[in-house]
Protein backbone atom coordinates (compact mmCIF):
# COMPACT_ATOMS: atom_id res chain seq x y z
CA UNK A 1 0.00 0.00 0.00
CA UNK A 2 1.11 3.47 -0.12
CA UNK A 3 1.24 4.49 3.27
CA UNK A 4 3.33 1.83 4.09
CA UNK A 5 6.37 3.40 5.13
CA UNK A 6 8.73 3.24 2.69
CA UNK A 7 12.38 3.02 4.67
CA UNK A 8 10.83 -0.46 5.80
CA UNK A 9 10.91 -1.66 2.45
CA UNK A 10 15.20 -1.76 2.91
CA UNK A 11 14.46 -4.59 5.32
CA UNK A 12 15.12 -8.15 3.74
CA UNK A 13 12.43 -8.96 6.04
CA UNK A 14 10.28 -6.18 6.23
CA UNK A 15 6.63 -7.10 8.38
CA UNK A 16 4.17 -7.60 5.56
CA UNK A 17 1.71 -6.12 7.92
CA UNK A 18 1.72 -3.45 10.21
CA UNK A 19 -1.08 -2.76 12.72
CA UNK A 20 -0.62 0.99 14.30
CA UNK A 21 -2.60 3.73 15.13
CA UNK A 22 -2.09 7.13 14.25
CA UNK A 23 -0.36 8.96 11.04
CA UNK A 24 2.29 6.92 9.86
CA UNK A 25 5.58 9.18 9.38
CA UNK A 26 5.13 9.74 5.69
CA UNK A 27 8.56 8.87 3.01
CA UNK A 28 9.97 12.03 3.75
CA UNK A 29 9.46 12.47 7.60
CA UNK A 30 12.35 13.22 9.10
CA UNK A 31 12.46 10.57 11.74
CA UNK A 32 15.33 9.58 14.00
CA UNK A 33 15.66 6.77 16.37
CA UNK A 34 17.06 6.86 19.80
CA UNK A 35 17.91 3.19 21.48
CA UNK A 36 19.61 2.36 24.74
CA UNK A 37 19.15 0.38 28.03
CA UNK A 38 16.30 -0.52 30.23
CA UNK A 39 18.28 0.49 33.30
CA UNK A 40 20.27 3.22 32.74
CA UNK A 41 22.72 5.72 34.51
CA UNK A 42 21.30 8.75 35.41
CA UNK A 43 23.08 10.66 33.45
CA UNK A 44 22.24 8.26 30.34
CA UNK A 45 18.42 8.99 30.91
CA UNK A 46 18.98 12.38 30.93
CA UNK A 47 20.50 12.57 27.40
CA UNK A 48 18.12 10.23 26.37
CA UNK A 49 15.39 12.67 27.46
CA UNK A 50 17.65 15.76 26.43
CA UNK A 51 18.32 14.26 22.93
CA UNK A 52 14.03 13.59 22.73
CA UNK A 53 13.78 17.15 22.96
CA UNK A 54 16.61 18.63 20.62
CA UNK A 55 15.60 16.07 18.01
CA UNK A 56 11.89 17.07 18.44
CA UNK A 57 12.79 20.41 18.59
CA UNK A 58 14.64 20.12 15.00
CA UNK A 59 11.54 18.77 13.79
CA UNK A 60 12.54 15.13 14.00
CA UNK A 61 9.73 12.63 14.85
CA UNK A 62 11.51 10.41 17.66
CA UNK A 63 11.17 6.42 17.00
CA UNK A 64 11.98 4.19 19.83
CA UNK A 65 10.84 0.94 21.26
CA UNK A 66 8.55 2.03 24.51
CA UNK A 67 11.38 0.24 27.04
CA UNK A 68 11.60 1.63 30.23
CA UNK A 69 15.25 3.52 30.66
CA UNK A 70 16.44 5.29 27.35
CA UNK A 71 13.58 4.47 24.94
CA UNK A 72 10.38 6.01 27.27
CA UNK A 73 13.05 8.93 28.17
CA UNK A 74 13.72 9.85 24.70
CA UNK A 75 9.62 9.37 23.77
CA UNK A 76 9.29 11.88 26.65
CA UNK A 77 11.60 14.55 26.04
CA UNK A 78 10.53 14.29 22.61
CA UNK A 79 6.46 15.13 23.98
CA UNK A 80 7.43 17.56 26.04
CA UNK A 81 8.86 19.48 23.32
CA UNK A 82 6.10 19.34 21.44
CA UNK A 83 7.18 16.90 19.30
CA UNK A 84 5.83 13.51 17.33
CA UNK A 85 7.04 10.14 18.96
CA UNK A 86 6.79 6.62 17.32
CA UNK A 87 6.42 3.68 19.55
CA UNK A 88 7.53 0.64 17.81
CA UNK A 89 5.62 -2.32 20.04
CA UNK A 90 6.86 -5.76 20.82
CA UNK A 91 3.12 -6.54 21.85
CA UNK A 92 -0.02 -6.50 19.91
CA UNK A 93 -1.53 -3.20 19.05
CA UNK A 94 -4.34 -3.87 21.58
CA UNK A 95 -2.20 -5.18 23.97
CA UNK A 96 -0.24 -1.83 24.93
CA UNK A 97 -0.84 -0.10 28.00
CA UNK A 98 0.57 3.50 28.87
CA UNK A 99 2.56 3.68 31.38
CA UNK A 100 1.77 5.48 34.46
CA UNK A 101 4.39 8.28 33.55
CA UNK A 102 2.58 8.51 30.49
CA UNK A 103 -0.55 9.42 31.76
CA UNK A 104 -0.32 12.74 30.75
CA UNK A 105 0.44 12.63 27.31
CA UNK A 106 -2.89 9.88 27.09
CA UNK A 107 -4.86 12.41 24.84
CA UNK A 108 -1.96 12.35 22.42
CA UNK A 109 -2.35 8.58 21.23
CA UNK A 110 -2.95 8.70 17.68
CA UNK A 111 -2.14 11.92 17.31
CA UNK A 112 1.62 12.80 18.46
CA UNK A 113 1.84 9.41 19.83
CA UNK A 114 1.89 6.92 16.81
CA UNK A 115 1.63 3.27 17.75
CA UNK A 116 3.29 0.50 15.19
CA UNK A 117 3.71 -3.22 15.48
CA UNK A 118 3.76 -5.80 13.63
CA UNK A 119 2.38 -8.62 16.11
CA UNK A 120 -0.99 -10.32 15.91
CA UNK A 121 -3.46 -7.33 17.83
CA UNK A 122 -4.13 -9.83 20.88
CA UNK A 123 -0.25 -10.96 20.71
CA UNK A 124 1.08 -10.14 24.68
CA UNK A 125 5.09 -8.98 24.93
CA UNK A 126 7.29 -11.42 24.35
CA UNK A 127 11.04 -11.63 24.27
CA UNK A 128 11.14 -12.87 20.48
CA UNK A 129 8.62 -9.66 20.03
CA UNK A 130 11.25 -7.57 21.75
CA UNK A 131 13.83 -8.88 19.49
CA UNK A 132 12.40 -8.73 16.41
CA UNK A 133 11.01 -4.65 16.39
CA UNK A 134 14.50 -4.16 17.02
CA UNK A 135 15.03 -4.03 13.06
CA UNK A 136 11.81 -1.94 12.73
CA UNK A 137 13.70 0.72 15.08
CA UNK A 138 16.58 0.75 13.16
CA UNK A 139 14.80 1.04 9.88
CA UNK A 140 11.93 4.34 10.17
CA UNK A 141 14.93 6.23 11.50
CA UNK A 142 16.64 7.96 8.81
CA UNK A 143 19.78 7.85 11.71
CA UNK A 144 20.16 6.17 15.00
CA UNK A 145 21.30 7.52 18.25
CA UNK A 146 23.05 4.60 21.24
CA UNK A 147 23.10 5.91 24.56
CA UNK A 148 23.74 3.28 26.91
CA UNK A 149 24.77 -0.37 25.63
CA UNK A 150 25.66 -3.79 26.90
CA UNK A 151 27.92 -5.91 24.53
CA UNK A 152 24.53 -8.52 24.56
CA UNK A 153 21.67 -6.03 24.49
CA UNK A 154 19.06 -5.31 22.45
CA UNK A 155 20.60 -1.91 21.58
CA UNK A 156 23.41 -3.54 20.09
CA UNK A 157 21.15 -6.11 17.67
CA UNK A 158 19.47 -2.70 17.06
CA UNK A 159 22.96 -0.83 16.26
CA UNK A 160 24.35 -3.67 14.17
CA UNK A 161 20.57 -3.77 11.88
CA UNK A 162 21.63 0.27 11.91
CA UNK A 163 24.92 -0.51 10.04
CA UNK A 164 23.73 -3.28 7.88
CA UNK A 165 20.92 -0.74 6.22
CA UNK A 166 23.60 2.46 6.12
CA UNK A 167 21.97 4.36 8.46
CA UNK A 168 23.87 6.76 10.41
CA UNK A 169 24.47 5.23 14.08
CA UNK A 170 25.49 7.74 16.18
CA UNK A 171 27.17 6.50 19.79
CA UNK A 172 27.28 8.48 23.25
CA UNK A 173 30.53 8.38 24.07
CA UNK A 174 31.04 9.08 27.88
CA UNK A 175 34.38 10.35 29.69
CA UNK A 176 33.83 7.47 32.19
CA UNK A 177 31.45 4.82 31.47
CA UNK A 178 28.24 3.98 33.23
CA UNK A 179 28.03 -0.05 33.68
CA UNK A 180 24.74 0.30 31.19
CA UNK A 181 27.22 1.72 28.47
CA UNK A 182 30.18 -0.81 28.12
CA UNK A 183 29.00 -1.65 24.59
CA UNK A 184 29.35 1.72 23.91
CA UNK A 185 33.24 1.43 23.18
CA UNK A 186 32.40 -1.83 21.04
CA UNK A 187 29.89 0.06 19.02
CA UNK A 188 32.34 2.92 18.35
CA UNK A 189 34.80 0.61 17.24
CA UNK A 190 32.26 -1.19 15.24
CA UNK A 191 31.74 1.60 12.98
CA UNK A 192 29.59 3.91 15.06
CA UNK A 193 30.20 7.76 15.15
CA UNK A 194 31.14 8.84 19.20
CA UNK A 195 28.76 11.93 19.94
CA UNK A 196 30.91 13.40 23.15
CA UNK A 197 28.91 16.66 23.75
CA UNK A 198 25.37 17.59 24.09
CA UNK A 199 26.48 20.50 21.77
CA UNK A 200 27.53 17.36 18.89
CA UNK A 201 23.94 16.74 19.41
CA UNK A 202 21.99 19.22 19.57
CA UNK A 203 24.39 19.81 15.60
CA UNK A 204 23.11 16.55 15.08
CA UNK A 205 19.45 17.26 15.13
CA UNK A 206 20.25 20.85 13.11
CA UNK A 207 22.43 20.07 10.56
CA UNK A 208 20.76 20.16 6.93
CA UNK A 209 22.53 16.52 6.14
CA UNK A 210 23.27 14.34 8.95
CA UNK A 211 26.84 14.63 9.63
CA UNK A 212 29.29 11.74 8.74
CA UNK A 213 32.23 12.99 11.25
CA UNK A 214 31.65 14.95 14.39
CA UNK A 215 34.58 17.43 15.37
CA UNK A 216 36.29 16.52 18.93
CA UNK A 217 34.29 17.80 21.38
CA UNK A 218 36.41 20.18 24.38
CA UNK A 219 37.10 19.27 27.61
CA UNK A 220 34.61 20.94 29.38
CA UNK A 221 31.95 19.78 27.20
CA UNK A 222 32.33 16.15 27.63
CA UNK A 223 29.70 13.71 28.41
Not at 147 to 160: K, Q
Not at 172 to 177: G, L, Q
Not at 194 to 213: G, Q, Y
Request: hydrophobic content about 40%; proline content about 8%; some cysteine.
Amino acid sequence: EARYPAPLRDLEDAPAVLYTRGRLPGPDARTFSVAGSTYPSARGADIARSAGCELAGAGWTVVSGYALGIDSAAHAGALEEGGRTVLVLPMGIRSFELRPEFERFRHELGGRIVLISERPPNEAWSSRGAVLRDRIIAALGRALLVVEARPDSGTMITFRHALRLDRPAYVVKYRRSPPGASGNRLAIRAGGLPVESMKALRDIARAPELPTALPRAAQGELF
